[in-house]
């Protein structure tokens, strides 16, 4: 079962939208990846370093678990090295330590140039905006409070009380979109997805909802853009500042 988490916000109103925007987080709004993915691997190393053949890296965690999290993670960590990943022990504590570790990153962690001002032009146009993200909201919210720039508290006010998480059932399985539409009660022809993973894109696909690839933090945008769009995805995107001219023919404006 998704997790839902509300913040007042008077803009957003449930069924006044005409078109929503249902956005993953980390590496769509902001670079969350290089923070949280090493302080994972760091953390598997250590309890399992032992018990496989060569160190676990970053690069290894990108080719074949990215976009994955928490139970579905562990479960394919088990498979990929022929070993037990126990979510339990890997995860113990781990929201608490994320938040500790972005609260220490010098500079704060970096949010998608021009993504607010790309919400701001979509929701001129009509557009609702919803969170939904494989990781806990709380990690988003921390990972917003320590945005570079400060504008973490702006970001945070755009999606009002429409935070999503897939909480056990992860993607690619569709069940956070279509709890999030079921909730906020949209149908798929009014939604538009922001993903930057094939897992995620897996989830927003087979939800029925037109996808757009986010490639700006991408390691070789290039690639996973024609990644992506092999998936399903309607086009791929580098600069949020590009999305509004993007999502214009599939939208009314009388």
Request: hydrophobic share 40%; with cysteine.
């Amino acid at each position: 079962m998704s997790r839902f988490f509300h913040l007042p916000y008077e803009r957003v109103g449930k069924m006044t939208k005409k078109y929503w925007l249902l956005v993953d987080f980390d590496n769509t709004m902001m670079e969350t990846e290089p923070f949280s993915v090493s302080t994972l691997v760091e953390r598997f190393n250590q309890l399992y370093g032992k018990e496989i053949e060569h160190p676990f890296t970053l690069a290894e965690f990108q080719e074949h678990f990215h976009g994955q999290a928490r139970e579905n993670l562990c479960e394919n960590m088990s498979r990929h090295f022929g070993i037990k990943v126990d979510y339990p022990t890997l995860f113990e504590d781990r929201e608490w330590r994320m938040m500790q570790y972005l609260k220490n990153v010098p500079g704060g962690i970096p949010m998608a140039p021009h993504i607010l001002e790309a919400f701001a032009n979509l929701e001129k146009k009509g557009f609702g905006f919803a969170f939904v993200s494989n990781n806990p909201i709380q990690r988003g919210l921390a990972t917003m409070r320590y945005a570079a720039g400060g504008r973490g508290m702006e970001l945070a006010r755009v999606f009002g009380h429409n935070f999503f998480e897939s909480g056990p059932t992860q993607k690619p399985k569709p069940d956070v979109y279509l709890h999030a539409m079921e909730q906020i009660g949209l149908k798929a022809e009014q939604c538009f997805a922001i993903e930057d993973s094939a897992t995620g894109v897996g989830a927003s696909v087979t939800a029925g909802i037109r996808t757009f690839a986010f490639t700006g933090f991408a390691d070789n945008p290039k690639k996973m853009a024609g990644k992506l769009i092999g998936m399903g995805c309607v086009a791929a995107f580098h600069d949020w500042a590009d999305l509004p001219k993007m999502l214009a023919p599939y939208i009314e404006t009388t």
